[in-house]
């Protein structure tokens, strides 16, 4: 089974300043996903972002991009220009094709005014 | 299109009851998986349904089952139910193997 480690239980962020969450996995897989997945206290779980292995280059979205590094099995998440509206609770996720998901524990993140 | 819904939002039962809870996956997604939710242990994979077969299964008990309609809908069921099994329940839905899993908003279960 993959595993997927998030050592950040609780982080906290000045608002405009930047943020990076923190995410390791476990795999002998080549082809797999990895993913951010933000859960506001709404609790609706809302996709950040999405990084397919075989890609070198980095994903981004608007404020949040990813450092994916394959050989090190590190896949961080950095929000720049955070907002108030970041405040959620972070999922780190592994995908292989054709098999389930795996979640971290997840980073609980406040921003503060 | 519409996203994955869930019904019921919430739900209270007591203990030694069943329960059904239902999902409606975003239109031509064919799989749909299920997690559990808590505190204390996080999201825990259940199953995932793909055209109306079970794919993948988590570590749970036999008194957690579920079935996937021909339509892509989804109903899990719990059978005697425990007090630890007050939980958000979510429901995931996704195109393919390759694709993003997409979330509903969750039931929530109290047992009492």
């Known amino acids: 089974a993959q595993t997927v480690t998030q050592s950040q239980p609780e982080m906290s962020v000045q608002e405009a300043e930047t943020v990076t969450l923190s995410c390791t996995y476990d795999?002998?897989?080549?082809?797999?996903?990895l993913f951010w997945y933000k859960q506001p206290p709404s609790r609706q779980m809302i996709l950040v972002i999405r990084q397919e292995a075989y890609k070198q280059q980095n994903a981004t979205e608007n404020r949040f991009s990813v450092n994916f590094q394959k050989a090190a099995k590190s896949f961080s998440l950095k929000i720049s220009d955070s907002q108030l509206g970041d405040t959620a609770m972070y999922f780190c996720a592994f995908m292989k094709p054709g098999n389930q998901f795996y979640f971290g524990t997840g980073t609980s993140l406040t921003v503060i005014p | 299109k519409a996203g994955v819904t869930q019904t019921p939002r919430y739900l209270i039962k007591t203990r030694g009851q069943q329960v059904t809870l239902s999902c409606s996956p975003i239109s031509g997604h064919r799989s749909v998986s299920w997690y559990q939710q808590t505190p204390g242990q996080g999201l825990q994979f259940l199953f995932e349904y793909f055209s109306e077969t079970q794919r993948n299964k988590g570590n749970f008990p036999g008194r957690f089952s579920g079935r996937q309609f021909s339509n892509s809908r989804s109903e899990m069921n719990v059978s005697t139910l425990e007090l630890g099994d007050s939980a958000l329940y979510l429901c995931?839905?996704?195109?393919?193997?390759?694709?993003?899993?997409?979330f509903g908003p969750g039931t929530r279960l109290l047992v009492l």
């Open positions: 795999t002998s897989e080549s082809n797999y996903y």
């Open positions: 995931a839905s996704r195109a393919g193997e390759q694709e993003t899993q997409y």
